[in-house]
T-cell receptor, first 108, second 114 residues
Framework: EDQVTQSPEALRLQEGESSSLNCSYT??????LFWYRQDPGKGPEFLFT???AGEEKEKERLKATLTKKESFLHITAPKPEDSATYLC?????????FGQGTRLTINP | GAGVSQSPSNKVTEKGKDVELRCDPI?????LYWYRQSLGQGLEFLIY????????KSGLPSDRFSAERTGGSVSTLTIQRTQQEDSAVYLC????????????FGPGTRLLVL
């Protein structure tokens, strides 16, 4: 069965303090790994799709990387507006499977 | 362009009543998904439509849940005889087709069953 585990569950950082969020996964036949951002009361907002180990993608202060067992979402010099829940999901042969998310808070 | 839209944004109903939730996918997207997100839980897959193929209903939690997609576009998720445990956010997502993997989500419908 495909599984996704995200850590930590919650993370508090000071503005400008860089860190990484982890997504560990097991999947039969990876067809894609996805990162989404979800703000309270809203639907998930697409950030990145990664397809194969070694792939990296960047967007503003965010960078996503992928290995055969895990993905990292690196956040560099975060700002308060980066506060949100970050969701990781994997697409295998069957359905898209989501992790529980990491709730990120950036304090000014 | 317009994203995925869902209505209503909020719905409060009494236990035992039926509810209908609507999803308008991104124009041209042939694949449509419904998910449920309960408080403190991850997103739970419910049902998947791809073009004219028979839907994948493997995630529907009981026979009280059903969904249809008319004309290959708009979808309606129906919950009959609602229970308190049905309270959750119901999210719809769409993607361009079977080969494209990235799903784009709507804002969700927040359902509260009293």
């Amino acid at each position: 069965e495909d599984q996704v585990t995200q850590s930590p569950e919650a993370l508090r950082l000071q503005e400008g303090e860089s860190s990484s969020l982890n997504c560990s996964y097991t999947v039969s036949g990876l067809r894609g790994l996805f990162w989404y951002r979800q703000d309270p009361g809203k639907g998930p907002e697409f950030l990145f799709t990664l397809y194969s180990a070694g792939e990296e993608k960047e967007k503003e202060r965010l960078k996503a990387t992928l290995t055969k067992k895990e993905s990292f979402l690196h956040i560099t010099a975060p700002k308060p507006e980066d506060s949100a829940t970050y969701l990781c999901a994997v697409q295998g042969a069957q359905k898209l499977v989501f992790g529980q998310g990491t709730r990120l808070t950036i304090n000014p | 362009g317009a994203g995925v839209s869902q209505s209503p944004s909020n719905k409060v109903t009494e236990k035992g009543k039926d509810v209908e939730l609507r999803c308008d996918p991104i124009s041209g997207h042939t694949a449509l998904y419904w998910y449920r997100q309960s408080l403190g839980q991850g997103l739970e897959f419910l049902i998947y439509f791809q073009g004219n193929s028979a839907p994948d209903k493997s995630g529907l939690p009981s026979d009280r849940f059903s969904a249809e997609r008319t004309g290959g576009s708009v979808s309606t998720l129906t919950i009959q005889r609602t229970q308190q445990e049905d309270s959750a956010v119901y999210l719809c997502a769409s993607k361009t087709g079977a080969r494209e993997e990235t799903q784009y989500f709507g804002p969700g419908t927040r359902l509260l069953v009293l």
